[in-house]
C-alpha cells in the first residue's frame, strides 16, 4: 500500500496491518506526515483498507483534463498571477498541469523565471513539434508560452475564411487526455484569439480587482461570454476571484460584498493585497516559493482548493 504526500509528491510504504487498530477504534481519518517534506495531510482510513491499488494523486487512463480560462476584459486584474500561481499549486498538490499563455507580452515564461525556445506560436504555426513547444517549468508543470510573435498568430486566425474559432482547440485537443488540468492565461480586450480560447475551454475563472472599472469589465465580460455559450453551451462561468482586497480601505470591502450578493455560487475567497506577490516575479519564482508563509500564499492555497474539490490539498 502507498501513500503519496500531496505537496511534495513523494511516495511511501504503508503496511495495512498497521492501519487496521485505528479502523478498529472507530476512527475515519489518520493524520499522515511526510518523512521528506515534513508536511503532515489526512487521509481516509475507508480509502486505504478498500484499496488494493497505490493511493496517489496518478491520472486515472481516459480520463481528460479540465480546461480553464483564466480572462477578463480589463488589464490589470492580477489574470497572470492568478494563472501561475494556481498552476504552481495545483502541481504542487500533485496534479499534472499544463498552462498556456495567449498572452503577447508572455509574462508567464517571466514569472516562472523560464527562456522557452518554442512555445504556443509554434504550435499553431505547426513549425514544431508539441514536445518540442513545451517546457517543463517545475515539477508536475508545464508551459506552453506566449509573446510577441503571438500577434502574427492572430492575424493568420483573422484571414481563414472558416473555422477560425476553432484553430486553438485543433492544436491543444491532442492534450486533453495528458494533464488533469489545462489553464489558459489571455491578454487584455476581446480579439480572435481569446474567442478562440473560449471555444477550448469549458470552464471560465475570472480575477477580478477590488475596483470600480474592473467591476464594470466583468459586466462586459459576462455579456460577452453569453454570446460564445450560443453555439458553446457547455462552457461555464465557474469561479470569480476578487483580487488585491486590501482591508486598510473601506472600498475593496464594499465591493466584495457587492459581488457576494450578485454571484453567490461563483465568488471565491479573495486574494488579499501583498506586496509580495509584486515582488515574486522579479526572481523567478511562485508565491509558495518566494513567501510560502505570506497571506498571498495563503489565498492561493485555498483558490486551489476550490478549483480542484480537494479540500485538503496544501494545507498547512
Known amino acids: 500500500m502507498i501513500i503519496t504526500c500531496p505537496k511534495c509528491a513523494r511516495k511511501h510504504k504503508v503496511n495495512p496491518d498497521a492501519l487496521k487498530p485505528f479502523a478498529d477504534a472507530g476512527k475515519k481519518n489518520i493524520m499522515a506526515s511526510c518523512k521528506s517534506c515534513k508536511f503532515k495531510f489526512p487521509v481516509a482510513l475507508?480509502?486505504?483498507l478498500s484499496s488494493e491499488e497505490p493511493i496517489?494523486?496518478?491520472?486515472?487512463?481516459?480520463s481528460l483534463a479540465r480546461k480553464i480560462c483564466i480572462t477578463l476584459s480589463k488589464g490589470g486584474v492580477g489574470k497572470t498571477t492568478t494563472s501561475v500561481n494556481l498552476g504552481a499549486g495545483l502541481a504542487l498538490a500533485g496534479y499534472k498541469v499544463l498552462l498556456v499563455d495567449t498572452d503577447t507580452q508572455g509574462q508567464s515564461s517571466y514569472i516562472l523565471g523560464k527562456r522557452p525556445g518554442a512555445g504556443l506560436t509554434e504550435l499553431l504555426t505547426r513549425e514544431l513539434t508539441i514536445s518540442d513547444c513545451l517546457t517543463e517549468a517545475r515539477k508536475n508543470l508545464w508551459l506552453l508560452s506566449g509573446g510577441k510573435s503571438l500577434a502574427g498568430v492572430k492575424r493568420i486566425i483573422d484571414k481563414k475564411s472558416f473555422g477560425a474559432e476553432f484553430t486553438l482547440s485543433e492544436a491543444l485537443t491532442p492534450l486533453d487526455d495528458q494533464f488533469d488540468f489545462i489553464l489558459i492565461d489571455t491578454s487584455p480586450g476581446w480579439d480572435q484569439l481569446i474567442v478562440n480560447v473560449l471555444f477550448y475551454s469549458t470552464e471560465v475563472?475570472?480575477?477580478?480587482?477590488?475596483?470600480?472599472?474592473p467591476l464594470h469589465g466583468m459586466s462586459e465580460f459576462i455579456k460577452s461570454l453569453g454570446a460564445i455559450q450560443k453555439y458553446k453551451r457547455e462552457i461555464q462561468l465557474k469561479y470569480i476571484v476578487p483580487t488585491f482586497l486590501d482591508l486598510r480601505i473601506k472600498g475593496p470591502k464594499l465591493?466584495?460584498?457587492q459581488l457576494r450578493k450578485l454571484y453567490p455560487q461563483q465568488l471565491c475567497k479573495p486574494i488579499r493585497y501583498n506586496e509580495n506577490l509584486a515582488d515574486a516575479p522579479s526572481f523567478g519564482k511562485t508565491i509558495f516559493e518566494f513567501a510560502p508563509g505570506s497571506t498571498a500564499s495563503e489565498d492561493y492555497r485555498s483558490l486551489v482548493r476550490t478549483v480542484s474539490g480537494n479540500e485538503y490539498a496544501l494545507l498547512k
Open 56 to 62: 496517489d494523486m496518478q491520472r486515472r487512463p481516459g
Open 46 to 48: 475507508s480509502s486505504l
Open 255 to 257: 465591493l466584495y460584498d
Open 205 to 213: 475563472l475570472v480575477p477580478v480587482a477590488l475596483e470600480a472599472m
